[in-house]
Protein backbone atom coordinates (compact mmCIF):
# COMPACT_ATOMS: atom_id res chain seq x y z
CA UNK A 1 0.00 0.00 0.00
CA UNK A 2 2.56 2.23 0.60
CA UNK A 3 4.02 2.06 -2.58
CA UNK A 4 1.07 2.92 -4.34
CA UNK A 5 0.66 5.68 -1.90
CA UNK A 6 4.22 6.68 -3.24
CA UNK A 7 3.25 6.66 -6.57
CA UNK A 8 0.09 8.51 -6.38
CA UNK A 9 2.13 11.05 -4.49
CA UNK A 10 5.06 11.16 -7.31
CA UNK A 11 2.35 11.21 -9.83
CA UNK A 12 0.55 14.51 -8.24
CA UNK A 13 3.58 16.15 -7.75
CA UNK A 14 4.81 15.97 -11.40
CA UNK A 15 1.26 16.83 -12.30
CA UNK A 16 1.65 20.36 -10.33
CA UNK A 17 5.05 20.92 -11.91
CA UNK A 18 3.73 20.90 -15.11
CA UNK A 19 1.14 23.39 -14.92
CA UNK A 20 1.21 26.94 -14.28
CA UNK A 21 0.98 29.00 -11.12
CA UNK A 22 -2.40 30.26 -11.40
CA UNK A 23 -4.10 26.79 -12.40
CA UNK A 24 -1.79 24.87 -9.40
CA UNK A 25 -3.62 28.20 -6.97
CA UNK A 26 -6.78 26.72 -8.72
CA UNK A 27 -5.99 23.32 -8.10
CA UNK A 28 -5.23 24.02 -4.30
CA UNK A 29 -8.23 26.49 -4.03
CA UNK A 30 -9.63 24.36 -1.27
CA UNK A 31 -6.01 24.26 0.53
CA UNK A 32 -6.86 28.00 1.12
CA UNK A 33 -9.70 27.83 3.19
CA UNK A 34 -7.80 26.45 6.05
CA UNK A 35 -5.21 28.79 6.63
CA UNK A 36 -7.67 31.70 6.01
CA UNK A 37 -8.78 32.35 9.03
CA UNK A 38 -5.46 32.88 9.83
CA UNK A 39 -4.70 35.51 7.05
CA UNK A 40 -7.91 37.66 7.47
CA UNK A 41 -7.03 38.08 11.32
CA UNK A 42 -3.65 39.41 10.84
CA UNK A 43 -4.23 41.24 7.23
CA UNK A 44 -6.82 43.43 9.97
CA UNK A 45 -4.31 43.53 13.14
CA UNK A 46 -0.61 43.02 11.40
CA UNK A 47 -0.89 44.66 7.77
CA UNK A 48 -2.63 47.53 7.99
CA UNK A 49 -0.78 48.62 11.34
CA UNK A 50 2.45 48.70 9.60
CA UNK A 51 0.85 50.36 6.51
CA UNK A 52 -0.56 53.43 8.90
CA UNK A 53 2.83 53.70 10.65
CA UNK A 54 4.65 54.51 7.75
CA UNK A 55 2.24 56.84 6.51
CA UNK A 56 2.05 58.59 10.30
CA UNK A 57 5.57 59.35 9.73
CA UNK A 58 5.47 61.73 6.95
CA UNK A 59 2.69 63.25 9.07
CA UNK A 60 2.62 65.74 12.48
CA UNK A 61 -0.88 64.76 13.90
CA UNK A 62 -2.23 66.56 16.36
CA UNK A 63 -2.06 65.14 20.03
CA UNK A 64 -5.65 64.38 19.65
CA UNK A 65 -4.86 61.67 17.05
CA UNK A 66 -7.18 63.68 15.03
CA UNK A 67 -6.05 62.27 11.34
CA UNK A 68 -7.98 64.88 9.49
CA UNK A 69 -5.46 67.78 10.46
CA UNK A 70 -2.71 66.21 10.21
CA UNK A 71 -0.27 68.16 7.78
CA UNK A 72 2.85 66.47 5.80
CA UNK A 73 6.02 67.05 6.61
CA UNK A 74 8.05 64.88 4.22
CA UNK A 75 11.24 63.39 6.06
CA UNK A 76 11.48 66.01 8.93
CA UNK A 77 10.23 63.31 11.71
CA UNK A 78 13.57 61.42 10.33
CA UNK A 79 15.63 64.08 10.63
CA UNK A 80 14.30 65.02 13.70
CA UNK A 81 15.29 61.96 15.37
CA UNK A 82 19.25 61.46 13.92
CA UNK A 83 19.67 65.01 15.61
CA UNK A 84 18.66 64.54 18.90
CA UNK A 85 21.26 63.49 21.64
CA UNK A 86 18.85 61.49 23.50
CA UNK A 87 18.53 59.42 20.06
CA UNK A 88 21.79 58.33 20.57
CA UNK A 89 21.92 57.70 24.23
CA UNK A 90 18.96 55.43 24.09
CA UNK A 91 20.60 53.53 21.08
CA UNK A 92 23.44 52.93 22.90
CA UNK A 93 21.29 51.68 26.30
CA UNK A 94 19.53 49.14 23.68
CA UNK A 95 22.62 48.11 21.94
CA UNK A 96 24.14 47.31 25.72
CA UNK A 97 20.93 45.98 27.07
CA UNK A 98 20.56 43.37 23.85
CA UNK A 99 23.88 42.05 23.36
CA UNK A 100 24.53 42.15 27.45
CA UNK A 101 21.46 40.56 28.16
CA UNK A 102 21.53 37.48 25.05
CA UNK A 103 25.38 37.23 26.18
CA UNK A 104 24.89 36.04 29.88
CA UNK A 105 21.23 34.51 29.22
CA UNK A 106 22.77 32.28 27.01
CA UNK A 107 26.28 31.31 28.60
CA UNK A 108 24.08 30.85 31.90
CA UNK A 109 21.45 28.37 30.19
CA UNK A 110 24.31 26.50 28.64
CA UNK A 111 25.49 26.20 31.80
CA UNK A 112 22.75 24.91 33.63
CA UNK A 113 21.51 22.53 30.57
CA UNK A 114 24.64 21.00 30.71
CA UNK A 115 25.12 20.77 34.35
CA UNK A 116 21.40 19.31 34.62
CA UNK A 117 22.23 16.85 31.64
CA UNK A 118 23.54 14.45 33.93
CA UNK A 119 21.11 12.37 36.22
CA UNK A 120 20.48 13.01 39.97
CA UNK A 121 18.13 12.88 42.41
CA UNK A 122 16.33 15.94 42.58
CA UNK A 123 17.11 16.66 39.02
CA UNK A 124 13.13 17.10 37.95
CA UNK A 125 12.41 19.37 40.64
CA UNK A 126 15.26 22.03 40.64
CA UNK A 127 14.83 22.23 37.00
CA UNK A 128 11.28 23.33 37.60
CA UNK A 129 12.25 26.28 39.63
CA UNK A 130 14.86 27.40 37.02
CA UNK A 131 12.43 27.36 34.89
CA UNK A 132 9.94 29.42 37.10
CA UNK A 133 11.25 33.06 36.53
CA UNK A 134 10.44 32.71 32.93
CA UNK A 135 6.73 31.92 33.40
CA UNK A 136 5.43 34.39 35.55
CA UNK A 137 4.62 37.70 34.55
CA UNK A 138 7.35 40.48 34.13
CA UNK A 139 4.55 42.88 35.61
CA UNK A 140 4.55 40.65 39.22
CA UNK A 141 8.57 40.19 38.25
CA UNK A 142 9.23 43.63 38.36
CA UNK A 143 7.67 44.51 41.21
CA UNK A 144 9.97 41.87 43.14
CA UNK A 145 12.95 43.14 41.81
CA UNK A 146 11.85 46.72 42.52
CA UNK A 147 11.08 45.41 46.21
CA UNK A 148 14.56 43.48 46.20
CA UNK A 149 16.53 46.78 44.86
CA UNK A 150 14.68 49.19 46.93
CA UNK A 151 17.04 52.10 48.13
CA UNK A 152 16.04 51.95 51.54
CA UNK A 153 14.80 48.55 52.51
CA UNK A 154 15.71 46.27 49.34
CA UNK A 155 17.18 42.91 51.10
CA UNK A 156 20.52 42.95 48.43
CA UNK A 157 21.34 46.44 49.84
CA UNK A 158 20.51 44.81 53.44
CA UNK A 159 22.61 42.34 52.73
CA UNK A 160 25.61 44.73 51.39
CA UNK A 161 24.92 46.52 54.72
CA UNK A 162 25.58 43.54 56.99
CA UNK A 163 28.48 42.06 55.70
CA UNK A 164 30.07 45.32 56.13
CA UNK A 165 30.54 45.90 52.15
CA UNK A 166 28.80 49.35 51.72
CA UNK A 167 28.02 51.82 54.89
CA UNK A 168 24.49 53.12 53.24
CA UNK A 169 22.27 50.69 51.10
CA UNK A 170 22.94 51.17 47.46
CA UNK A 171 20.82 53.33 44.85
CA UNK A 172 20.78 50.01 42.66
CA UNK A 173 18.03 51.49 40.68
CA UNK A 174 17.77 55.29 41.29
CA UNK A 175 21.39 56.57 39.68
CA UNK A 176 22.53 56.81 36.06
CA UNK A 177 25.36 54.57 36.81
CA UNK A 178 24.08 51.06 38.17
CA UNK A 179 20.58 51.54 36.95
CA UNK A 180 21.29 49.61 33.51
CA UNK A 181 23.72 46.73 34.83
CA UNK A 182 21.07 46.36 37.52
CA UNK A 183 17.99 45.83 34.79
CA UNK A 184 20.37 43.38 32.72
CA UNK A 185 21.01 41.15 36.19
CA UNK A 186 17.11 41.11 36.70
CA UNK A 187 16.85 40.67 33.08
CA UNK A 188 19.01 38.17 32.93
CA UNK A 189 17.43 35.89 35.77
CA UNK A 190 13.77 35.70 33.60
CA UNK A 191 15.84 34.78 30.72
CA UNK A 192 18.31 32.02 31.36
CA UNK A 193 15.69 29.49 31.93
CA UNK A 194 14.56 29.90 27.83
CA UNK A 195 17.97 29.54 26.78
CA UNK A 196 18.22 26.42 29.29
CA UNK A 197 15.01 24.83 27.52
CA UNK A 198 16.10 25.22 24.14
CA UNK A 199 19.45 23.53 25.18
CA UNK A 200 18.55 20.66 27.19
CA UNK A 201 16.35 19.70 23.68
CA UNK A 202 19.36 20.52 21.82
CA UNK A 203 21.44 17.78 24.20
CA UNK A 204 19.07 15.31 24.03
CA UNK A 205 20.40 14.78 20.34
CA UNK A 206 23.87 14.22 20.99
CA UNK A 207 24.55 10.97 20.39
CA UNK A 208 25.12 8.85 23.09
CA UNK A 209 28.02 6.71 21.07
CA UNK A 210 29.97 9.35 20.33
CA UNK A 211 30.39 10.60 23.66
CA UNK A 212 31.28 6.83 24.80
CA UNK A 213 33.76 6.52 21.75
CA UNK A 214 35.17 9.99 22.98
CA UNK A 215 35.78 8.84 26.52
CA UNK A 216 37.43 5.62 25.44
CA UNK A 217 39.42 7.28 23.34
CA UNK A 218 41.11 9.43 26.13
CA UNK A 219 39.00 12.88 25.17
CA UNK A 220 39.02 15.15 28.47
CA UNK A 221 35.89 16.35 29.57
CA UNK A 222 36.12 19.53 27.66
CA UNK A 223 37.25 17.99 24.62
CA UNK A 224 34.25 15.57 25.00
CA UNK A 225 31.85 18.90 25.35
CA UNK A 226 33.72 21.23 22.63
CA UNK A 227 34.71 18.49 20.10
CA UNK A 228 31.52 16.08 20.26
CA UNK A 229 28.63 17.99 22.09
CA UNK A 230 29.08 21.39 21.16
CA UNK A 231 29.13 21.12 17.52
CA UNK A 232 25.39 19.22 18.01
CA UNK A 233 24.24 22.24 19.80
CA UNK A 234 25.18 24.95 16.60
CA UNK A 235 21.99 24.86 15.54
CA UNK A 236 19.54 25.39 18.52
CA UNK A 237 22.15 27.51 19.58
CA UNK A 238 21.56 30.22 16.70
CA UNK A 239 17.95 29.90 16.88
CA UNK A 240 18.35 30.43 20.23
CA UNK A 241 20.60 33.52 20.52
CA UNK A 242 18.58 35.23 17.74
CA UNK A 243 15.43 34.52 19.43
CA UNK A 244 16.85 35.60 22.76
CA UNK A 245 18.64 38.59 21.28
CA UNK A 246 15.05 39.82 19.19
CA UNK A 247 13.31 39.75 22.49
CA UNK A 248 15.72 41.41 24.39
CA UNK A 249 15.62 44.17 21.58
CA UNK A 250 11.79 44.12 22.02
CA UNK A 251 11.51 44.08 25.79
CA UNK A 252 9.55 46.54 27.31
CA UNK A 253 7.66 45.91 30.49
CA UNK A 254 11.05 45.58 32.84
CA UNK A 255 12.86 49.16 31.78
CA UNK A 256 9.21 50.28 31.82
CA UNK A 257 7.61 49.23 34.86
CA UNK A 258 11.20 49.36 37.07
CA UNK A 259 12.49 52.92 35.84
CA UNK A 260 10.34 53.99 33.14
CA UNK A 261 13.30 55.03 31.16
CA UNK A 262 15.39 57.37 33.97
CA UNK A 263 17.34 58.57 35.73
CA UNK A 264 17.80 61.06 33.08
CA UNK A 265 17.31 58.39 30.43
CA UNK A 266 19.79 56.31 31.70
CA UNK A 267 17.41 53.16 31.14
CA UNK A 268 15.38 53.98 28.10
CA UNK A 269 16.11 51.68 25.58
CA UNK A 270 14.21 51.92 21.71
CA UNK A 271 10.88 50.39 22.16
CA UNK A 272 10.01 52.42 25.88
CA UNK A 273 11.66 55.65 24.36
CA UNK A 274 8.95 55.36 21.68
CA UNK A 275 5.97 54.58 23.82
CA UNK A 276 6.89 57.43 25.86
CA UNK A 277 7.35 59.55 22.62
CA UNK A 278 3.98 58.10 21.39
CA UNK A 279 1.29 58.25 24.39
CA UNK A 280 3.67 60.35 27.11
CA UNK A 281 4.16 63.15 24.78
CA UNK A 282 1.82 62.41 21.89
CA UNK A 283 4.45 63.22 19.33
CA UNK A 284 2.69 60.63 17.01
CA UNK A 285 4.77 61.82 13.99
CA UNK A 286 8.29 60.93 15.56
CA UNK A 287 7.17 57.99 17.26
CA UNK A 288 6.56 56.36 14.10
CA UNK A 289 9.59 57.49 12.26
CA UNK A 290 10.72 55.77 15.20
CA UNK A 291 8.77 52.70 14.54
CA UNK A 292 9.66 52.16 10.84
CA UNK A 293 13.41 52.83 11.51
CA UNK A 294 12.71 49.93 14.27
CA UNK A 295 10.99 47.98 11.71
CA UNK A 296 14.49 48.26 9.03
CA UNK A 297 16.59 46.83 11.46
CA UNK A 298 14.34 44.19 12.73
CA UNK A 299 13.88 43.02 9.25
CA UNK A 300 17.55 42.95 8.71
CA UNK A 301 17.63 40.89 11.89
CA UNK A 302 14.87 39.07 10.60
CA UNK A 303 16.22 37.97 7.39
CA UNK A 304 19.26 36.18 9.53
CA UNK A 305 16.12 34.43 12.02
CA UNK A 306 14.66 32.96 8.89
CA UNK A 307 17.63 31.42 7.30
CA UNK A 308 18.57 30.00 10.75
CA UNK A 309 15.06 28.74 11.01
CA UNK A 310 14.61 27.31 7.48
CA UNK A 311 18.27 26.49 6.63
CA UNK A 312 18.10 22.93 8.74
CA UNK A 313 14.44 22.21 6.84
CA UNK A 314 15.95 22.29 3.54
CA UNK A 315 19.18 20.55 4.17
CA UNK A 316 16.29 17.63 5.26
CA UNK A 317 14.65 18.07 2.01
CA UNK A 318 17.76 17.68 0.15
CA UNK A 319 18.93 14.54 1.92
CA UNK B 1 45.66 -2.06 23.94
CA UNK B 2 43.99 -3.83 26.73
CA UNK B 3 46.37 -2.39 29.30
CA UNK B 4 45.69 0.62 28.34
CA UNK B 5 42.56 1.47 28.71
CA UNK B 6 42.53 1.14 32.70
CA UNK B 7 45.29 3.69 32.60
CA UNK B 8 43.54 6.10 30.64
CA UNK B 9 40.46 5.63 32.73
CA UNK B 10 42.17 7.03 35.75
CA UNK B 11 44.24 9.74 34.34
CA UNK B 12 40.39 11.00 33.33
CA UNK B 13 38.64 10.63 36.46
CA UNK B 14 40.40 13.16 37.85
CA UNK B 15 39.51 16.24 35.22
CA UNK B 16 35.79 14.46 35.32
CA UNK B 17 35.42 15.18 38.79
CA UNK B 18 36.56 18.61 38.75
CA UNK B 19 33.85 19.37 36.15
CA UNK B 20 31.22 17.59 38.52
CA UNK B 21 31.97 19.91 41.45
CA UNK B 22 32.32 22.68 39.09
CA UNK B 23 28.69 21.95 37.86
CA UNK B 24 27.53 21.29 41.23
CA UNK B 25 28.85 24.60 42.68
CA UNK B 26 27.16 25.87 39.89
CA UNK B 27 23.86 24.84 40.03
CA UNK B 28 23.66 25.85 43.54
CA UNK B 29 24.59 29.41 42.69
CA UNK B 30 21.89 29.30 39.74
CA UNK B 31 19.53 28.34 42.69
CA UNK B 32 20.16 30.88 44.56
CA UNK B 33 19.93 33.68 41.93
CA UNK B 34 16.44 32.22 40.78
CA UNK B 35 14.79 30.97 43.93
CA UNK B 36 16.23 34.22 46.66
CA UNK B 37 13.71 36.92 44.61
CA UNK B 38 10.97 34.62 44.92
CA UNK B 39 11.70 33.37 48.47
CA UNK B 40 11.74 37.34 49.64
CA UNK B 41 8.46 37.72 48.20
CA UNK B 42 7.09 35.24 49.91
CA UNK B 43 8.84 36.28 53.13
CA UNK B 44 7.35 40.37 52.28
CA UNK B 45 3.91 39.12 51.66
CA UNK B 46 3.61 37.52 55.26
CA UNK B 47 4.75 41.06 57.04
CA UNK B 48 3.05 43.49 58.52
CA UNK B 49 3.96 46.96 56.73
CA UNK B 50 5.98 47.84 59.43
CA UNK B 51 7.78 44.66 59.27
CA UNK B 52 8.65 45.01 56.14
CA UNK B 53 10.35 48.54 56.67
CA UNK B 54 12.88 47.98 58.87
CA UNK B 55 16.68 47.90 58.65
CA UNK B 56 18.48 45.71 59.25
CA UNK B 57 15.47 43.26 57.67
CA UNK B 58 13.52 40.65 59.52
CA UNK B 59 14.87 38.12 58.34
CA UNK B 60 11.91 35.64 58.56
CA UNK B 61 9.18 37.41 59.97
CA UNK B 62 8.40 37.70 63.88
CA UNK B 63 4.75 37.48 63.43
CA UNK B 64 3.58 36.21 60.41
CA UNK B 65 0.55 37.08 59.00
CA UNK B 66 -1.70 35.90 56.40
CA UNK B 67 -3.52 40.08 56.56
CA UNK B 68 -2.75 41.19 52.67
CA UNK B 69 -4.17 37.66 51.46
CA UNK B 70 -7.37 38.52 53.46
CA UNK B 71 -7.22 41.41 52.31
CA UNK B 72 -6.83 40.72 48.24
CA UNK B 73 -9.36 37.77 48.61
CA UNK B 74 -12.29 39.96 50.57
CA UNK B 75 -15.10 40.81 48.46
CA UNK B 76 -15.95 43.17 51.08
CA UNK B 77 -13.55 45.53 50.94
CA UNK B 78 -12.64 48.11 48.04
CA UNK B 79 -8.95 46.40 47.89
CA UNK B 80 -10.49 42.77 47.54
CA UNK B 81 -13.30 43.91 45.71
CA UNK B 82 -10.60 45.26 42.94
CA UNK B 83 -8.68 42.49 42.98
CA UNK B 84 -11.05 39.66 42.44
CA UNK B 85 -12.44 41.73 39.87
CA UNK B 86 -9.13 42.13 37.64
CA UNK B 87 -8.39 38.72 38.05
CA UNK B 88 -11.55 37.82 37.00
CA UNK B 89 -10.90 39.78 33.70
CA UNK B 90 -7.56 38.31 33.32
CA UNK B 91 -9.55 34.92 33.35
CA UNK B 92 -11.88 36.07 31.01
CA UNK B 93 -9.51 37.61 28.42
CA UNK B 94 -7.16 34.53 28.57
CA UNK B 95 -9.34 31.55 28.00
CA UNK B 96 -10.94 33.23 25.05
CA UNK B 97 -7.89 33.89 23.95
CA UNK B 98 -6.76 30.71 23.88
CA UNK B 99 -10.16 28.78 22.83
CA UNK B 100 -10.05 31.71 19.80
CA UNK B 101 -6.27 30.72 18.93
CA UNK B 102 -6.95 26.81 18.80
CA UNK B 103 -9.75 27.10 17.04
CA UNK B 104 -8.04 29.58 14.11
CA UNK B 105 -4.47 28.09 14.24
CA UNK B 106 -5.81 24.12 14.29
CA UNK B 107 -6.25 24.47 10.30
CA UNK B 108 -4.00 27.20 9.77
CA UNK B 109 -0.88 24.88 10.87
CA UNK B 110 -2.19 21.42 9.59
CA UNK B 111 -2.48 23.17 6.10
CA UNK B 112 1.21 24.34 6.14
CA UNK B 113 2.15 21.06 7.35
CA UNK B 114 0.52 19.02 4.65
CA UNK B 115 -0.58 21.00 1.59
CA UNK B 116 1.66 22.31 -0.52
CA UNK B 117 -0.35 25.42 -2.16
CA UNK B 118 1.63 28.32 -4.00
CA UNK B 119 2.10 30.60 -1.70
CA UNK B 120 2.82 28.80 1.36
CA UNK B 121 6.11 29.30 1.83
CA UNK B 122 5.93 32.77 1.46
CA UNK B 123 2.81 33.00 3.84
CA UNK B 124 5.03 31.00 6.55
CA UNK B 125 7.61 33.41 6.28
CA UNK B 126 5.31 36.20 7.22
CA UNK B 127 4.35 33.97 10.29
CA UNK B 128 7.55 33.46 11.44
CA UNK B 129 8.78 37.21 10.97
CA UNK B 130 5.80 38.49 12.57
CA UNK B 131 7.11 36.68 15.50
CA UNK B 132 10.26 39.97 15.45
CA UNK B 133 7.94 43.07 15.82
CA UNK B 134 7.56 44.49 18.82
CA UNK B 135 3.79 45.32 20.17
CA UNK B 136 4.85 49.20 20.12
CA UNK B 137 5.03 49.16 16.91
CA UNK B 138 2.07 48.15 16.54
CA UNK B 139 0.41 50.46 19.05
CA UNK B 140 -0.27 54.22 17.58
CA UNK B 141 -2.04 52.33 14.23
CA UNK B 142 -4.01 49.53 16.65
CA UNK B 143 -4.99 52.25 19.16
CA UNK B 144 -6.96 54.15 15.92
CA UNK B 145 -7.97 50.67 14.51
CA UNK B 146 -9.89 50.09 17.81
CA UNK B 147 -10.90 53.69 18.37
CA UNK B 148 -12.41 52.99 14.67
CA UNK B 149 -14.27 49.93 15.75
CA UNK B 150 -15.58 51.58 18.87
CA UNK B 151 -13.42 48.39 20.72
CA UNK B 152 -11.15 50.85 23.09
CA UNK B 153 -12.22 49.99 26.84
CA UNK B 154 -13.35 46.82 26.28
CA UNK B 155 -12.17 43.28 26.16
CA UNK B 156 -12.67 42.70 22.86
CA UNK B 157 -9.85 44.53 21.77
CA UNK B 158 -7.68 42.74 23.99
CA UNK B 159 -8.45 39.41 22.94
CA UNK B 160 -8.32 40.34 18.97
CA UNK B 161 -5.05 41.46 19.74
CA UNK B 162 -3.86 38.95 21.75
CA UNK B 163 -5.04 36.08 19.53
CA UNK B 164 -3.26 37.56 16.23
CA UNK B 165 -0.05 38.20 18.20
CA UNK B 166 0.02 35.01 19.69
CA UNK B 167 -1.14 33.14 16.51
CA UNK B 168 2.37 32.74 14.62
CA UNK B 169 3.97 31.43 17.43
CA UNK B 170 1.03 29.24 17.83
CA UNK B 171 0.87 27.51 14.55
CA UNK B 172 4.52 26.91 14.37
CA UNK B 173 4.28 24.86 17.40
CA UNK B 174 1.38 22.74 16.03
CA UNK B 175 2.97 22.71 12.81
CA UNK B 176 6.30 20.64 14.21
CA UNK B 177 3.28 18.46 15.90
CA UNK B 178 1.64 17.95 12.49
CA UNK B 179 5.08 17.35 11.06
CA UNK B 180 5.62 14.10 13.33
CA UNK B 181 2.28 12.68 12.27
CA UNK B 182 2.73 10.25 9.83
CA UNK B 183 0.75 11.12 6.67
CA UNK B 184 0.30 7.81 5.94
CA UNK B 185 -2.53 7.41 8.42
CA UNK B 186 -4.62 9.73 6.77
CA UNK B 187 -3.91 8.10 2.95
CA UNK B 188 -4.99 4.82 5.01
CA UNK B 189 -8.12 6.56 6.00
CA UNK B 190 -8.77 7.97 3.01
CA UNK B 191 -8.30 5.00 0.60
CA UNK B 192 -10.91 3.43 3.32
CA UNK B 193 -13.48 6.24 1.91
CA UNK B 194 -12.88 9.07 4.41
CA UNK B 195 -12.98 13.03 2.93
CA UNK B 196 -9.59 14.90 3.33
CA UNK B 197 -11.78 16.77 6.34
CA UNK B 198 -12.78 13.36 7.88
CA UNK B 199 -8.99 11.87 8.07
CA UNK B 200 -8.36 15.55 9.57
CA UNK B 201 -11.18 15.43 12.13
CA UNK B 202 -11.13 11.60 13.20
CA UNK B 203 -7.26 10.77 12.47
CA UNK B 204 -4.91 13.70 12.90
CA UNK B 205 -6.83 15.99 15.92
CA UNK B 206 -7.05 12.83 18.23
CA UNK B 207 -3.02 12.62 17.72
CA UNK B 208 -2.22 15.81 18.54
CA UNK B 209 -3.97 16.83 21.19
CA UNK B 210 -0.15 17.09 23.16
CA UNK B 211 0.47 19.69 20.60
CA UNK B 212 -2.82 21.53 21.47
CA UNK B 213 -2.65 21.59 24.89
CA UNK B 214 1.15 23.13 24.45
CA UNK B 215 -0.25 26.02 21.93
CA UNK B 216 -3.38 26.49 24.59
CA UNK B 217 -0.71 26.89 27.48
CA UNK B 218 1.18 29.10 25.44
CA UNK B 219 -1.66 31.37 24.53
CA UNK B 220 -3.20 31.28 27.59
CA UNK B 221 0.42 32.37 29.95
CA UNK B 222 0.91 34.86 27.04
CA UNK B 223 -2.29 36.92 27.35
CA UNK B 224 -2.32 36.63 31.25
CA UNK B 225 1.07 38.11 31.20
CA UNK B 226 0.39 40.57 28.49
CA UNK B 227 0.69 44.14 29.70
CA UNK B 228 1.62 46.62 26.75
CA UNK B 229 -1.74 46.44 25.11
CA UNK B 230 -4.05 46.01 28.28
CA UNK B 231 -2.36 49.07 29.51
CA UNK B 232 -2.56 51.22 26.04
CA UNK B 233 -6.11 49.98 25.31
CA UNK B 234 -8.10 50.00 28.83
CA UNK B 235 -8.69 52.78 30.85
CA UNK B 236 -11.89 52.30 32.95
CA UNK B 237 -11.21 50.30 36.54
CA UNK B 238 -13.57 47.91 36.20
CA UNK B 239 -12.32 46.09 32.96
CA UNK B 240 -8.48 46.12 33.72
CA UNK B 241 -6.30 42.92 33.49
CA UNK B 242 -3.99 41.92 36.37
CA UNK B 243 -0.76 43.74 35.28
CA UNK B 244 -2.48 47.09 34.88
CA UNK B 245 -4.52 46.42 37.59
CA UNK B 246 -1.95 45.98 40.41
CA UNK B 247 0.34 48.65 38.60
CA UNK B 248 -2.22 50.99 38.74
CA UNK B 249 -3.29 50.18 42.67
CA UNK B 250 0.06 50.12 43.74
CA UNK B 251 1.02 53.81 42.23
CA UNK B 252 -1.67 54.97 44.57
CA UNK B 253 -0.22 52.64 47.26
CA UNK B 254 3.72 52.75 47.00
CA UNK B 255 4.33 51.69 50.79
CA UNK B 256 2.28 48.72 51.10
CA UNK B 257 4.87 46.36 50.14
CA UNK B 258 3.37 43.15 51.58
CA UNK B 259 0.43 43.63 49.87
CA UNK B 260 2.39 44.03 46.57
CA UNK B 261 4.33 40.66 46.94
CA UNK B 262 0.87 39.19 48.00
CA UNK B 263 -0.67 40.51 44.80
CA UNK B 264 2.31 39.47 42.85
CA UNK B 265 2.72 35.87 43.91
CA UNK B 266 -1.50 35.41 43.46
CA UNK B 267 -0.84 36.25 40.22
CA UNK B 268 1.70 34.52 39.55
CA UNK B 269 0.05 31.21 41.04
CA UNK B 270 -1.96 29.94 38.20
CA UNK B 271 0.55 30.26 35.55
CA UNK B 272 3.19 28.58 37.67
CA UNK B 273 0.85 25.64 38.35
CA UNK B 274 -0.26 25.47 35.02
CA UNK B 275 2.99 25.43 33.79
CA UNK B 276 4.21 22.83 36.36
CA UNK B 277 1.23 20.51 35.80
CA UNK B 278 1.74 20.84 32.02
CA UNK B 279 4.87 21.63 31.42
CA UNK B 280 5.70 18.17 29.61
CA UNK B 281 4.06 18.96 26.41
CA UNK B 282 5.30 22.91 26.60
CA UNK B 283 8.56 21.84 26.46
CA UNK B 284 7.98 19.55 23.95
CA UNK B 285 6.51 21.96 21.65
CA UNK B 286 8.56 24.64 22.34
CA UNK B 287 11.37 22.94 21.37
CA UNK B 288 10.62 20.87 18.65
CA UNK B 289 10.74 23.46 15.49
CA UNK B 290 14.23 24.53 16.65
CA UNK B 291 16.11 20.76 17.45
CA UNK B 292 14.64 18.94 14.84
CA UNK B 293 17.84 19.85 12.10
Redesign the interface.
Same mark, same amino acid.
Request: hydrophobic share 60%.
Given at each position: ??TA?RLADASLRIK?EQSG?LQ??WT?R??? *???L???V $??L???A??????VE?SFFNTPPS?Q *?RDKIFVGLNNYSLILQSDVFWRVTANTFIWTLVSTVFAFI?GL??A?? *?N?DFAGRGV?R? &?????W???????S???K??Y?S??G?IG?VL??LGLADR?PNFIDSVGTVLPSLIVFNV?RE??FAM??L???L??VPDQLLRAA??D?A???QRFWHVTFPHLQ??ST??ILLLA $?SN??S??IPW &?MTGGGPSNASHIW?TH??EL??GRQR?GV??AY?VL??LI *??T??YF??RA?T???R??RGA | MTSM?PL?AT??RR??D???WF??I??VL??L?? =?V??I??LL?SIKSGFA =??????QWWPNEPTLASYHKLLDPTNSVGQDFLRFFWNSLFVSTATTILAV???V? =?A???SR #?? #???RKF?F? =??????? #?????????????M?LLGLVNTHGSLI??Y???G?PLA?WLLKGFYDNIPY?LE??AR?DGAT?FQAFLLIVMPLSAPGIIATAIYSF?GA??E??FAY?FLNRNDQLT??VG??RF?SENTTD #?PG??A???M??LP??VL??LL?RYF??A??E?????
Open positions: MTTTVQTHADY *LYVPAI $VMIVIYPIYYTLL *LLGALA *LRLA &ILIIPVISAVAAYIWWIHDFVAVGPWFPIMTAGQTKVGSAWGVVT $VFNFI &IIIYAFWASSLF *LMLGYVLGGEKE | TVRTPIGWRGRFLMLYT =APMWMT =AMQLPPIVAP =AYAF #FD #FPGLF =AVLLRNM #FPAVIFLVPLFILRVTLTFLIQQAIRIWNYITLPIQF #FLMASFMSVVFLQVRLTGAVKH
